[in-house]
């Protein structure tokens, strides 16, 4: 089992639709929590991070983290086409070893 | 553009062979990472500089890996004895001094390798 588990997709969406991504994770002595971007032949690119359980929003996403269930999600209001991209979670302890989770691959259909 | 750069952004090279790759960080960016991504993966952590210490390194990195950082500020990756199983894009990131529970990784572009 890999410590960090997301369903690859590809997912696809008409344009406005909330879009809805989830990790799992094994190892509970993750404490920071993180969503990236990474558009095709580009690095990641940072959307939210979270530390420790909560809810966190910014603009049209919004970052929940459930450690009692190893659960994170990204929630995506009024999705755009714009927003067509692999999306990362990741996540560390108290190191600098960040995990990722493999990506789920969004489309977002005008 | 000031964002963190990789060179080459390209690089084939044949089995057997050494390869290194250089990343310059952001300006006063004093943490250093550099990670190892394949097709439909997340990029899997290889090791992190603090200024020009490597304070951690991957438990599953092989000995054929080796990377510096000797004046704190533009790092090398060195690959020896290329394997095919090397073949992947390895990306470099930077983030910058402060509190370490708001770090933002600023990731560069990559260096596709590809070992024939």
């Known amino acids: 089992q890999k410590e960090v588990e997301q369903d690859p997709g590809p997912l696809s969406v008409p344009e406005g639709a909330i879009v809805s991504l989830n990790c799992t994770y094994s190892?509970?002595?993750?404490?920071?929590f993180m969503w990236y971007r990474q558009y095709s032949r580009k690095g990641p690119e940072l959307l939210m991070y979270?530390?420790?359980?909560g809810n966190k929003e910014d603009g049209r996403f919004t970052a929940q983290v459930d450690k009692s269930s190893k659960y994170i999600s990204l929630f995506i209001r009024d999705s755009q086409p714009s927003d067509s991209a692999t999306y990362l979670c990741?996540?560390?302890?108290?190191?600098?070893?960040?995990?990722f989770g493999p990506g789920t691959r969004l489309s977002v259909l005008p | 553009d000031t964002g963190v750069s990789q060179n080459p952004r390209h690089k084939i090279t044949k089995r057997g062979q050494n390869v290194t790759f250089r990343c310059d960080p952001i300006s006063e960016h004093n943490r250093l990472y550099w990670y190892r991504q394949t097709l439909g993966q997340g990029p899997e952590f290889l090791t992190y500089?603090?200024?020009?210490?490597?304070?951690?390194k991957s438990r599953l990195l092989s000995d054929r890996f080796s990377a510096e950082r000797p004046k704190g500020s533009f790092s090398t990756l060195e690959i020896q004895r290329t394997e095919q199983g090397d073949s992947a894009m390895y990306l470099c990131?930077?983030?910058?001094?402060?509190?370490?529970?708001?770090?933002?990784?600023?990731f560069g572009p990559g260096t596709r390798l590809t070992v024939l």
């Open positions: 190892n509970s002595a993750f404490q920071y």
């Open positions: 500089f603090q200024n020009e210490a490597q304070l951690e």
């Open positions: 979270t530390y420790s359980s």
């Open positions: 990741a996540m560390r302890g108290y190191g600098q070893n960040f995990v």
């Open positions: 990131a930077s983030s910058p001094p402060g509190d370490q529970r708001t770090d933002t990784q600023y």
